[in-house]
């Protein structure tokens, strides 16, 4: 599976930001997909998830309430709704894909077998 995201750029705080994920794959209906994000200097955290059948999702605290995770299957697509950016949400995001539901502990990057290369989000304060 090849996944690639879009979307990312420069966004003022407070602002929001929508990115993509596209997936290669024709069985990305039974793929379960994770947004992660990784700032310089620090570790790669996970941001979000979403089962394949979209109903069942997960968010990091600091996602909850701002960010929404979603997908159409129809496009092979996974998004991440980024609202009320703020500097702190500056980081490489990456979204991944899972063979297997492992419920809150998709919040583990070991579970995900499939990575995009990552689009790179910036918030200006």
């Known amino acids: 599976v090849q996944l690639q995201a879009s979307g990312g750029g420069l966004a003022q705080a407070g602002e929001s930001l929508r990115l993509s994920c596209v997936a290669s794959?024709?069985?990305?209906?039974?793929?379960?997909m994770g947004w992660f994000r990784q700032a310089p200097g620090k570790e790669r955290e996970f941001v979000a998830a979403?089962?394949?059948?979209?109903?069942?999702?997960y968010y990091a605290d600091f996602a909850n309430g701002r960010f929404t995770i979603s997908r159409d299957n129809a496009k092979n697509t996974v998004y991440l709704q980024m609202n009320s950016l703020t500097p702190e949400d500056a980081a490489v995001y990456y979204c991944?894909?899972?063979?297997?539901?492992?419920?809150?502990?998709?919040?583990?990057?070991?579970?995900?077998?499939?990575w995009g290369q990552g689009t790179l989000v910036t918030v200006s304060s």
């Open positions: 979403i089962k394949s059948s979209g109903d069942s999702t």
């Open positions: 794959r024709r069985t990305f209906s039974s793929q379960h």
């Open positions: 991944a894909a899972a063979d297997f539901w492992y419920g809150r502990s998709m919040m583990n990057p070991s579970y995900y077998r499939y």
